[in-house]
DNA sequence: CCTCTGCTGTTATTGCATTCACAGCAGGGC
DNA sequence: GCCCTGCTGTGAATGCAATAACAGCAGAGG
């Protein structure tokens, strides 16, 4: 069962796909699922389906599928989305407020609380209910929210020094939007947002 | 050489990462860069490096390395960002009008041209340059631009009819940030960007 | 001119993820 | 009660990507 160190990468970003449809499905009032429907609807065969789900032990029943509900409180325990988890956004520039505003992320257990900006034109300005903080303030502020992740929505400038920063207050997991490498501290988890290089990949692809 | 079919799908995510060292390797004036020095800045192994830049050709020397500027200019060409593209946005909304104003694209040789909305409200409007088009213009209009790839930043409603006229009047590539499913017709490649599974993600990983 | 260094391009190896295939079994039909 | 169906969970096989390893060579130094 989940030996945390043996889980494939994909395996867990399928499991948000998986979450995804189950969600819709409770809403729809279904009940039970063989691994057929649900692989069909998320868009995987049902062999890996069965395989991923396996890795953390067995959840169907033969007869019935898979229960909707059970599985999908099962894959939100896995995730550790089954609780509100509070995020710290670092710079309220358009990109910043934008996903201040997204409902998307309070639907699926994450709530955005501290925001802080290097810019002090922005500092005290609320926006979308939170107070933007100074950079100065993060080791006074951050600690009341006991933030485990941050995204990262800023500039480029003094980034290490930042994460750097961020790691000491416990934040394990940074969402980067900045298109540039980051050297995280030991134990902090980066995943970027690369929206130009994703261009680039489709542009590379439709060219045959 | 570029067999087209045989190339790895992540070599050519990685294509992006070395293109862009590599533009502020020319910025800073370095004229040749070897694979352990260019992987080193890149975070890949420089057999990594290499065995990527086999697929496609010969581009090193054994004295000096790379040559900067052309390796830039070839990964450009290969991608096919060595000359600007014209892309639609689908949803003038706040994510919207957010990739509208980043200049990010711009610099990768990406422009965005005409952008639609369904909301009879925003048609009309001007943001960042652009004049927002009705959805049913799309026929209409889309032909004058001449985009091979669309970006996707619209509710979820009707996205199947919607891609599907995409394809019709030839694009054939889809950045997506709605979070569902798309069944792309044959020929069209899309990309998802799902920030919810990314923080999903990130929320297991930094669990242990 | 010869040797020695250390880099590239490429082949061999390893490791990981996906797919295949089936054992085992719960329930339905008769 | 017994067979039959069709599902899950999983070991085995396959395919693909990352890593290691090295052949071959261009130039530096003497
Ligand atoms: N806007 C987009 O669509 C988009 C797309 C992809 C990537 N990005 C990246 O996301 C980041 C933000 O983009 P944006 O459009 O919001 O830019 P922006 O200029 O509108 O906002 C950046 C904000 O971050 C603040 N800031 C800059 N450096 C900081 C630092 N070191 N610490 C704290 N705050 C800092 C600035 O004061 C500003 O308020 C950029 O790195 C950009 O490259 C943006
Ligand atoms: N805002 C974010 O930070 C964020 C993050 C991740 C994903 N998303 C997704 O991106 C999409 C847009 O987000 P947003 O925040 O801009 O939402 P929004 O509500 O601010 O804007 C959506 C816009 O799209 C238009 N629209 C809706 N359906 C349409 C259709 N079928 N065709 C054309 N236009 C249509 C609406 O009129 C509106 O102008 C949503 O699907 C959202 O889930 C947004």
Redesign the interface.
């Known amino acids: 069962m989940s030996d945390?160190t043996k889980v494939p990468?994909q395996t867990?970003?399928r499991?948000?796909?998986y979450?995804?449809?189950l969600a819709d499905l409770q809403d729809t009032g279904i009940e039970s699922v063989f691994s057929h429907r649900l692989a069909d609807?998320?868009?995987v065969t049902p062999a890996q389906l069965r395989r991923d789900l396996s890795i953390f032990g067995s959840f169907g029943n033969v007869a019935r599928g898979y229960d909707v509900a059970t599985l999908h409180r099962t894959i939100g325990r896995?995730?550790?989305?089954d609780q509100v988890?509070t995020?710290a956004l670092i710079g309220m520039g358009?990109?910043g407020?934008?996903?201040l505003?997204?409902r998307?992320?309070e639907e699926?257990g994450?709530h955005i609380g501290p925001v802080f900006d290097r810019d002090r034109e922005k500092v005290g300005k609320v926006f979308a209910g939170r107070r933007c903080y100074a950079l100065e303030e993060l080791e006074t502020v951050l600690p009341d929210f006991s933030c485990?992740?941050a995204i990262l929505a800023c500039g480029p400038g003094g980034l290490d020094a930042l994460t750097a920063r961020l790691a000491n207050l416990g934040v394990?997991?940074?969402?980067n939007f900045v298109?540039q490498?980051i050297s995280a501290p030991p134990g902090v988890?980066v995943?970027d947002?690369?929206?130009?290089?994703?261009?680039?990949?489709?542009?590379?692809?439709?060219?045959?």
Chains 1, 2 share one sequence.
């Open positions: 945390t990468l867990v970003e499991l948000s796909r979450r995804r449809v609807l998320v868009g896995l995730l550790g989305t988890q995020l358009n990109l407020r934008t996903l505003m997204y998307g992320f699926r994450f485990r992740m394990a997991a940074l969402l298109p490498r988890f995943e947002v690369d929206l130009s290089a994703k261009l680039e990949k489709l542009s590379f692809l439709s060219r045959r």
